[in-house]
């Protein structure tokens, strides 16, 4: 019998994950748009939707918050799910990922609980005059719900709910 008509193992949700953020880090290293909008349409979930609480601290004091829901089609218009800073910006970027639990729904859907772990540091242009240039980093950390839903063979993200915290400090 195949795996998919025995339904999705935790060892598969694993591999699609972790498979998440070795391409997200290519996506970062890489920076080419076009190439995150196609990876965002290929792994988002046609209907999908995000809804994300973050909590923004600044050198360790809360400094504010964001609440968003967003759709497919908001994070295509966005530039994809990994794309907002631009290539030159981007001086150091990381991805992990802790899997909590998995609850298989049949054949073609799982609910996953996550812990991602987002490291990114970016530089700001360099301006006249100035030795130094400004740097931005932010360790993001999320504890997510996601329905993770089987499309034409292969796994994408389906709804999804996050709530994390948003470490950031500003250098130079």
């Not at 046609?46 to 967003?70: E, N, P, W, Y």
């Not at 990994?82 to 049949?106: C, P, Q, W």
Request: glycine share 10%; aromatic share 4%; proline share 1%.
């Amino acid at each position: 019998m195949n795996q998919e008509r025995q339904g999705l193992s935790t060892e598969d949700v694993r591999k699609y994950l972790q498979r998440i953020c070795e391409e997200a880090e290519g996506l970062m290293r890489d920076y080419d748009p076009r190439m995150i909008a196609e990876w965002t349409d290929t792994n988002v979930a046609d209907g999908a939707s995000f809804q994300v609480d973050v909590r923004v601290q600044k050198d360790g004091v809360h400094t504010g918050s964001i609440a968003m829901t967003l759709q497919k089609e908001d994070i295509l218009q966005l530039g994809g799910m990994f794309g907002a800073a631009g290539k030159e910006g981007i001086v150091d970027y990381s991805l992990d990922m802790n899997l909590r639990d998995v609850v298989t729904h049949g054949t073609d859907a799982a609910t996953v609980k996550v812990t991602w772990r987002e490291h990114i540091v970016v530089q700001a242009p360099a301006r006249e005059g100035q030795e130094t240039r400004s740097r931005l980093t932010a360790e993001v950390e999320a504890d997510c719900v996601h329905l993770l839903v089987r499309d034409e063979g292969r796994l994408a993200l389906g709804m999804t709910l996050c709530s994390g915290t948003a470490r950031l400090g500003v250098s130079g």
